[in-house]
């Protein structure tokens, strides 16, 4: 019968040299955002309890605080440690079929690793969990768009009014959405409402291998393109978050293709992160034959990349303001 695929782990070549474990991988960021070392159980349990008895009727936190604690997901966690970067998951479907979904796979596949929200909250509810992360935050990001969750542009009119409704109340913090950019229209009206940043996802700058993995359903990788270049037109932050990995990432046309698409799309940063995908499936699925000799590493990319556009960014995380102006000053 067909090989089972692997579980959605991020894969890498290890090696033992004398009794000691190596592992191919590069640290990209030195933000300790979803450390667990420095994530203390305890104080997030208190977190919880706290924060759920001030807000004991909205549904959002309650589903945070189940994240948090029966999911182990850092982010959630940070929303009761009141730090970092507060999520904010609204949208239960979605527009893509994309084979690695870690909040849904059909049957038969491996299990996804987050349970998917089965429910929209109201705009009250996120505006309320939002505004109690900026005020209680010296440098605060919210996002939509979660693992947990489906693409929150088909819960636009949610997101929208929950945004108005935060920037009724404050001017503080960094609004930003992680997207699959499906909807071009859709992300200008939500800058008009005051979306500062949008994070957006690709494998590939190339459409055939794009499409071949995210399988779109109604929309187009043009459709895609036509979002950043929107939501820079809007004085946006545009980040890719560009699922890695190695064998395609850092192949010669692969990697000529993410400059062409960094320079016309003024790309403002690049966040490197690990495909959590079985390595020999996404390679069939993409119909890509990799090749020692065409291959530049990941490293070297990163490196090159850094030459040639001195003023892209590079992480893994969405950044604060006050992480951009530090990048920019």
């Known amino acids: 019968g067909r090989p089972r695929m692997l579980p959605l782990f991020s894969y890498a070549a290890c090696a033992l040299y004398k009794d000691e474990v190596y592992v191919a991988a590069l640290r990209i960021d030195k933000e300790l955002r979803h450390d667990p070392r420095f994530i203390d159980i305890n104080k997030v349990r208190r977190g919880v309890e706290k924060i759920r008895k001030m807000f004991s009727r909205n549904r959002l936190i309650r589903r945070l605080a189940d994240c948090a604690l029966k999911h182990g997901c850092p982010g959630a966690q940070n929303f009761f440690l009141s730090r970092y970067e507060g999520p904010l998951p609204t949208s239960p479907s979605c527009n893509a079929g994309c084979f690695g979904c870690i909040s849904y796979q059909p049957s038969g596949s491996c299990p996804p690793t987050q349970p998917r929200i089965k429910f929209a909250p109201a705009p009250e509810e996120v505006a309320e969990a939002a505004l109690f992360h900026i005020y209680n ?90 979002s950043i270049k929107i939501a820079k037109s809007k004085g946006g932050f545009v980040s890719i978050n560009y699922l890695t990995m190695p064998g395609f990432t850092d192949s010669v046309d692969e990697f000529s293709a993410l400059k062409d698409f960094i320079r016309k799309n003024r790309v403002d940063m690049i966040q490197w992160r690990n495909l959590n995908f079985d390595p020999l499936r996404y390679f069939r699925i993409l119909k890509f034959s990799c090749s020692r000799y065409g291959m530049l590493g990941v490293r070297q990319i990163i490196y090159s990349l850094r030459k040639s556009f001195p003023r892209l960014m590079m992480g893994y995380y969405n950044p604060s303001r006050g992480r951009m102006r530090r990048f920019n000053g």
Do not use: H
């Open 137 to 226: 935050v010296r440098d605060p990001v919210i996002s939509f768009g979660q693992g947990c969750e489906g693409e929150p542009l088909l819960a636009a009119d949610i997101v929208e009014k929950s945004i108005t409704l935060i920037r009724k109340n404050t001017s503080r913090g960094v609004i930003n959405m992680n997207t699959n950019a499906s909807r071009p229209n859709t992300i200008g009206r939500l800058f008009y409402a005051g979306l500062d940043s949008v994070r957006v996802s690709l494998n590939s700058a190339r459409e055939r291998y794009y499409a071949a993995y995210y399988r779109p359903k109604d929309y187009k990788f043009k459709d895609v393109v036509r």
